[in-house]
């Protein structure tokens, strides 16, 4: 077996310049970009208030912690989106807001349904009324205590992603 060993002589004797250094790639792009960090975040609350509500209405209880996750998740989307504009923070601390009670009146509607037997979708598009009084029977310190926790994760989140 051989060894690779450079050719003899001088490489450069005919004239040929060494290779420059190849070019270094472009920045990342800057993540500043607030509407998209809203809609973004918007996005990140529609979609865990389903899954909140869907929780809530598969185990008959709501969860702090998946308040928490709630919040969490749509920080992380306005932050990892948006960057650090100081906006972002407390957009996605009331977007959290209204995804948890968005996800507790889905919840509730998935319970009434499944005591009625019907479709859970109908209940909350027809009887909307009736569900958000349902709530405002229902809520108690703890409902209250979800939204300041989810608030304050989506604020939190929201910060430490876009650092």
Known sequence: MSQPVPPPGNPFADGAAPQP???APPPAPARDN???????????ALVT????G??????????????????????LAAGK???????LPVASAVLTLGAIYLGQL?????????????SALDLF?????L???????????????????????????ARKASA
């Open 81 to 87: 989106v948006g960057g650090r504009n100081p906006v």
């Open 54 to 75: 869907a929780l809530i209405g598969g185990i008959e209880r709501e969860i702090g912690w998946a308040a928490v996750g709630v919040g969490f998740l749509v920080g």
């Open 21 to 23: 250094y190849p070019v």
């Open 125 to 129: 598009l027809e009887e909307f009324g």
């Open 131 to 157: 569900i958000t009084d349902a709530w405002s029977e229902n809520k108690d310190a703890l409902t209250f205590l979800f939204f300041g926790l989810g608030a304050f994760a989506a604020f939190s989140g």
């Open 106 to 118: 889905v919840g509730i509607a998935i319970l009434v349904a499944k005591q009625l037997d019907a």
């Open 34 to 44: 607030v509407a998209l960090g809203l809609v973004a975040a918007l996005v990140a």
């Open 49 to 52: 208030a389903g899954v909140y």
